[in-house]
């Protein structure tokens, strides 16, 4: 109910903000039951195969013609967020890294699995994550209609059920389960949702499957997502959330800040329209801004290139970054977990809460 009051709100990524919403009012209040891990992982590979949708030969192209510039926007957008987490880590506003991976400029719900992954607490890392979310929208919006007089979005009405594409689906879900397997199976961190995607762009990118991704299958995935989230949070955990909020917002208006100077820079180098250069080097969220990008008047395969190009990079030095900054807090990021380690999860639990109090 309360993902299809975001829904008709017209709010990116309502489907599982509104899920996670409802999850953390069920986790607060005492609510015991929690998601299966096989359907955590099926929303993963899930999210894999809709980002691999989004790769295609045009943005490759976009990027290829421009990519000095591309390069150095990203790293410049990456370098500022690195820096306020390690501020806010510093301060002592936020346990370890969680800063850190909560401001990481990429897809919201994979920065999750990652950070989770290299020892920072997920819950807070999408709480930050999903803040940023709602203040990229709003500043889009306004964008659109006050600055560039683009008029606004149009409201596009969901088929929840098409027709499928039977053998292009089938190709899809198995893109998902044998990529999902190998991930888990291969213990590289976050990849249930790393593997699909990579193997799932190569074959779309060059016209071998083509991804079918029913919004059926997503807003269950988004769903699963949400809630594996949102249950984990306890009072101590929300309350927490809400005595940083000031200051997390503040880091997140300064990222914004420093991304909407760089959207400048594009504009006068390359002569995109605002919109375009600010949804390019928005700090919201690959999945989120995608969503944006495709209901509104802009350049979308420029938008896509260095919102993918920046994500790419943040998954293969997001990690280092992590330890660096670990390491210059006096912190210890532990090792990827493995599958039944309930000792180390309780320990890190235990931290965090230490930490927290």
């Not at 039951?33 to 790769?55: D, S």
């Not at 957008?77 to 990429?106: D, E, F, K, M, N």
């Not at 719900?109 to 709003?138: K, N, T």
């Not at 889009?140 to 149009?154: C, E, L, N, P, Q």
């Amino acid at each position: 109910m309360l993902s299809g009051l975001l829904e008709l709100a017209g709010l990116p990524a309502a489907l599982l903000l509104g899920a996670m919403v409802a999850a953390i009012l069920v986790g607060t209040n005492g609510g015991t039951v929690r998601v299966p891990r096989i359907l955590y992982y099926a929303a993963q590979a899930v999210i894999g195969c809709m980002i691999a949708r989004a790769i295609t030969p045009a943005i490759v192209g976009t990027f290829l013609k421009d990519w000095p510039l591309f390069i150095s926007v990203m790293l410049g957008v990456v370098v500022a967020s690195s820096l306020l987490g390690w501020g806010l880590g510093r301060l002592g506003i936020l346990p370890g890294t969680t800063a850190v991976w909560g401001l990481s400029p990429g897809a919201a719900s994979v920065m999750m699995v990652m950070a989770e992954e290299y020892g920072a607490d997920p819950r807070l890392v999408a709480f930050m994550q999903y803040l940023r979310v709602v203040f990229v929208a709003i500043a889009a919006s306004v964008i659109a209609r006050f600055v560039v007089h683009a008029h606004g979005t149009v409201a596009t009405q969901i088929i929840w059920f098409p027709p499928l594409h039977w053998l292009s689906f089938g190709e899809t879900v198995a893109i998902g389960l044998i990529g999902g397997i190998v991930g888990r199976l291969s213990r590289i961190p976050g990849g249930v949702v790393l593997v699909p995607m990579f193997a799932g762009a190569s074959l779309h990118g060059t016209n071998l499957v083509t991804i079918e991704l029913p919004p059926w299958l997503l807003a269950m995935s988004y769903a699963f997502l949400g809630w594996n989230i949102g249950l984990g949070f306890t009072r101590d955990i929300l309350g927490h959330a809400v005595r940083v909020l000031p200051q997390v917002t503040l880091a997140i208006i300064a990222l914004m800040l420093i991304c909407g100077g760089l959207a400048l820079v594009l504009v006068e180098t390359v002569g995109v329209d605002p919109l375009t250069a600010y949804l390019a080097t928005s700090p919201g969220g690959m999945d989120s801004v995608a969503i944006i990008a495709a209901s509104t008047k802009v350049d979308v395969p420029f938008v896509l290139a260095l919102q993918i190009v920046r994500f790419m990079v943040v998954l293969l030095i997001g990690p280092f970054i992590s330890r660096f900054v670990a390491s210059q807090l006096g912190h210890q990021v532990p090792a990827p977990e493995k599958e039944g380690d309930s000792a180390t999860a309780l320990a890190r639990v235990k931290e965090d809460e230490a930490e927290l109090d």
